[in-house]
């Protein structure tokens, strides 16, 4: 993982692995507004803020397919800590209806039977033309995790937010937590951060997360 620090007036170079930083405070600035002690990250294409503790995903527990795989560290918690996944889609995947459409089929089809999709709702993201953004409620299993942690059946809140672009990328984010734990204003903190920047890879190849097709 990379920090580097920069002044306001400058503009970092795209990063074009996952676990890319820049520095928090007035670097922020350059985009979206990021909250105190939040970490501004930065991939290809896209910048976020997260909350102050949250680390990259190790090597061994992170979606390879995702441009950025971050959340609160698994520490043996009995329960699924709260993540945060972004993608890059290169493909020629269609305007944002038909990509909400897709994909609320492939959540049905691969969740538990009990997983029930909300409707959706227009959010602004700077940077995009539009987006909109739905909650996915479904009780994982009572399993062992990888390291052989038993974890409890809990009940995850899952935002799935689909951002469009002219052209292509197309950018989709998912913010996942415990019931328990979900925090509305978290979540819409880490929403109003985003910054998405879709001409730094329309000529990119073999960025890691980028999809094509």
């Known amino acids: 993982m990379g920090l580097a620090g920069c002044d306001a007036d400058e503009v970092p170079a795209p990063q074009d692995f996952a676990d890319a930083t820049v520095a928090p405070g007035e670097a922020a600035d350059r985009t979206a507004p990021a909250p105190d002690g939040w970490t501004l990250r930065q991939s290809a294409g896209f910048s976020i803020a997260t909350p ?14 995702a441009a950025m795989d971050v959340g609160v560290p698994f520490t043996g918690q009995p329960t699924p800590p709260p993540r945060l996944l972004v993608f890059l889609e290169r493909g020629h995947v269609g305007e944002i209806d038909l990509r909400e459409q897709v994909l609320r089929m492939q959540l049905a089809s691969s969740l538990p039977a009990d997983a029930t999709l909300d409707t959706s709702t227009e959010v602004e993201v700077a940077g995009a033309d539009r987006a909109v953004e739905f909650d996915v409620f479904y009780t994982t299993a009572e399993v062992r995790s990888l390291t052989d942690t038993p974890m409890h059946a809990t009940r995850v809140r899952q935002v799935e937010l689909l951002v469009e672009t002219e052209g292509l990328p197309k950018f989709g984010f998912r ?16 929403r109003s951060s985003i910054q998405v920047r879709p001409d730094e890879v329309r000529d990119l190849v073999d960025v890691p997360g980028v999809v094509d097709g």
């Open 52 to 65: 102050p503790g949250w680390q990259p995903r190790p090597e061994d527990q992170r979606v390879h397919q």
């Open 175 to 190: 913010y996942a937590a415990p019931v328990s734990e979900f925090d509305e204003e978290e979540w819409e903190r880490i």
